[in-house]
């Protein structure tokens, strides 16, 4: 079984300064994990994602993601917040030989970044 | 750019109407996917594709049916909508293969349903 948790459902912080949103996943193998961001009245938009390779995962709108297999997290960041990164943000995670399974999404945190 | 296209935008509807939720897709997808999403809640898989004439149901598919007779339309149909059934309903598409190709999932926009 495949699962993925995002254990904060809220997180503030200031403009300019630096912001992680925390994953963490648990399947067997070696995992497909990916990161989408939500604004309000509208679908999901792709960040980024992880298959192999480089343990750190750079992605659109200057966030990144680190892949740290021994603490099975996949947290994103950004070295400088802004006001427009206010958004619902999302972890996925998948299993490679999990056939044609769908993405087990995370229940998703609410990053607020204030002014 | 929108790949991935969902009618109507928002949808009120009365008590026990029969609806259909429209989501096509140019991008020649073989997979595609229904979430139903409270606003700022979580995603809920109702169905999913793997291609045309196949169809699997989610978490939450019960009180609704889908179809997939051609690659790019994936319709979505309430036989008897409820007040329960008000929220937004998500469609996304991928590419074959585990990693889902170069952006994973693509989402649409949404349909915005509420049921009176």
């Known amino acids: 079984a495949q699962s993925v948790a995002q254990p904060e459902d809220q997180v503030n912080v200031a ?9 963490t996943y648990s399947v067997s193998g070696n995992p497909y994990l990916f990161w989408y961001v ?4 509208r679908g999901l938009q792709f960040l980024l994602k992880y298959i192999t390779g480089d343990n750190l995962v750079k992605g659109s709108y200057g966030f990144e993601a680190e892949f740290n297999k021994s ?12 006001v427009s990164d206010s958004a619902l943000y999302f972890c996925a995670v998948r ?3 999990s056939g044609n399974t769908p993405l087990v999404f995370g229940k998703g945190t609410r990053l607020s970044v204030i002014a | 750019e929108a790949d991935i296209y969902q009618t ?13 939720l429209e989501c096509s897709q140019t991008m020649g997808h073989d997979k595609m996917y229904w979430y139903q999403q409270d606003p700022g809640m979580e995603l809920h898989l109702i169905h999913y594709s793997y291609g ?5 149901k989610g978490d939450l598919s019960s ?3 889908v179809s997939r007779i051609r690659t790019e339309h994936f319709p979505l149909t ?10 937004q309903y998500l469609c996304a598409s991928s590419e074959s293969g585990g990693g889902g190709g170069r952006r994973g999932y693509t989402f649409g926009s949404g349909t915005r349903l509420t049921v009176v």
Do not use: M, W
């Open chain 1, 95 to 97: 299993a490679p030989d």
């Open chain 1, 71 to 82: 603490q099975t997290s996949f947290h994103l960041k950004k070295p400088s917040a802004l």
């Open chain 1, 38 to 41: 939500q604004y309000p009245n």
């Open chain 2, 52 to 56: 045309v004439n196949s169809t699997e």
């Open chain 2, 78 to 87: 309430l036989e008897s909508a409820r007040p329960s059934h008000t929220s």
């Open chain 2, 8 to 20: 109507p935008r928002y949808l009120v509807i009365g008590t026990g109407k029969k609806i259909t």
């Open chain 1, 15 to 23: 403009e300019g300064n630096p912001l992680t949103v925390k994953c």
């Open chain 2, 63 to 65: 009180e609704s049916t």
